[in-house]
């Protein structure tokens, strides 16, 4: 069964950089497709993009200025950076497994939570 | 890419049935069946229910079925259970190989 866990820090400050890891266990990272996802406060979700183990993405076209998706295979891990924040961005930010591109999400972390405040 | 169009909630009492939609555009919904159903508990990760408009992974109940009419996918629940009270949210690919999430609607058993 596999497992995702994301690790980051829960506070970032205005016009700096949110940085998150979600670390895969219980199974390869290979041949699948890893998606940041991510819910404000009582909203909805937004996918924020994906990173295919080959090290292909896509972004979100609303975010892809600020995003950036990588993949370190060797550890299992994959990664978020996103810039310039603002409060806008403060969420739980979820790391997901799907076997096709953008879609069925099969398995999810348990979301962290950053909070964007100086 | 705009967000997918769900009723902000539905209700319905034990035993009966409720249907969730979820509207789209051609570019999404109407252009693939590639429409997917997730259930998301109070403070819990969501949960795949549905895949490609239909589907259903092991160990969904069949108490859930989804469907897809033009640019409009449902998500139908029948037999209501108390524990189906969650948020359910739809979400469909899209042109140029991207994600798009419904706003979500809240079930509420009665």
């Known amino acids: 069964q596999v497992q995702l866990q994301e690790s980051g820090p829960g506070l970032v400050k205005p016009s700096e950089t949110l940085s998150l890891t979600c670390t895969v266990s219980g199974g390869s990272i290979n041949s699948y497709y890893w998606s940041w996802i991510r819910q404000p406060p009582g909203k909805g979700l937004e996918w924020i993009g994906y990173i295919f183990y080959s090290g292909s993405t896509s972004y979100n076209p609303s975010l892809k200025s600020r995003v950036t998706i990588s993949i370190d295979t060797s550890n299992n891990q994959f990664s978020l950076k996103l810039t310039s924040v603002t409060a806008a961005d403060t969420a739980l930010y979820y790391c997901a497994r799907s076997g096709v591109a953008a879609r069925n999400f099969d398995s999810w972390g348990q979301g962290t939570l950053v909070t964007v405040s100086s | 890419q705009s967000a997918l169009t769900q009723p902000a909630s539905v209700s319905g009492s034990p035993g009966q049935s409720i249907t969730i939609s979820c509207t789209g555009t051609?570019?999404?919904?109407?252009?693939?069946?590639?429409v997917s159903w997730y259930q998301q508990h109070p403070g819990k990760a969501p949960k795949l229910m549905i895949y490609?408009?239909?589907k259903r992974p092991s160990g969904v109940s069949n108490r859930f079925s989804g469907s897809k009419s033009g640019d409009t996918a449902s998500l139908t629940i029948s037999g209501l259970q108390a524990e189906d009270e969650a948020d359910y949210y739809c979400?469909?690919?899209?042109?140029?190989?991207?994600?798009?999430f419904g706003g979500g609607t809240k079930l509420t058993v009665l």
């Open positions: 490609d408009v239909s």
């Open positions: 979400s469909s690919y899209t042109n140029n190989s991207l994600g798009v």
């Open positions: 051609s570019s999404d919904v109407g252009g693939y069946n590639y």
